[in-house]
């Protein structure tokens, strides 16, 4: 008994209250199942809705919260009952770790829409155990919620696609936006979420045109993302001629805004849709979408299936995020940025690197 309690523990940096401040933290992760898979966590991405949770903006949150749900790492251990992943193999865990595995949606290998799908953090195990995220040195998962992380894609840079890359590729497939090359995709906001959607979305081969409120990006945005054009939402006269040029438009802006304008720019038969979650209800205007046969709608993630597609597409597509490197101490730091939009384009924590020592460290006090 004493020796599976010294298996779980864990160790990672947990917010205590609405302050939103992580500090470190001792828990115990549940026992490793037949059907589980261990990982050592290398590296997680610091996602927005991270920012979110820690500060329970969304009146979910429940402390103490360890966030984090881009998760590469090596799996230390693996059920008996699991054939698809060894000892030593690299894997990725993102959003969710758990499903009813027999609802519709789950039978149509879409585990994110199940009623009774887990979440990776700020949710419960079926024996109790609170389940925690990657911020921290160990997770034990469902081998059908793991995924192989494939050869020549990047450990860090990759991190963030177990949820802003899905989140991008998943709607695209969807809503038709990959049936046919040279369809006009405009892209709003150039954050976490958005960079990545115009990495994908030209290996997809559309036309890309980056939507901001600003022209501070516009250079990155073209020479660096690979962006074909730039359209600042201030700029009344060009916003005025791009009324009617575009097939799609992605928004990705997580803050209160305006759809009309973004509404405006679609053709006949455009679609809008969004993956932005501001903590308020948006105006929908009813006759732009009447008189143009428009469409809003909406996605997340996606299920194991697709997402493990995506992970493969990225890595024969040379697709990763562009990242800033941190230690786990410059966390607090990171959510400050974070909320001023001060990163190009997402945090990423090197945890093997820096958990252990900060561990360590508090051992020896």
Known sequence: MTKSLDCNKAFGWAANDTSGI???????????GDNDVTVKILFC???HSDLHMIKNDWGLSHYPLIPGH?????ATKVGKNVTKFKEGDRVGVGVIIGSCQSCESCNQDLENYCPEFVFTYNSSSPDGTRNHGGYSDKIVVDHRFVLSFPDGLPSDSGAPLLCAGITMYSPMKYYGMTEEKGKHLGVNGLGGLGHIAVKIAKAFGLKVTVISRSSDKEREAIDRLGADSFLVTTDSQKMKEAIGTMDFVMDTVAADHSLLPLINLLKVNGKLVTVGLPEKPLELPIFPLVLGRKMVGGSQIGGMKETQEMLDFCAKHNIVADIELIKMSDINSAM????KSDVRYRFVIDVANSMNLLESAESKL
């Open 336 to 339: 400050d940025r974070l909320a």
């Open 45 to 47: 991405g610091v996602c």
């Open 22 to 32: 992580l500090s470190p933290f001792h828990f115990s992760r549940r026992d490793h």
């Open 70 to 74: 881009e998760i590469v790492g090596i």
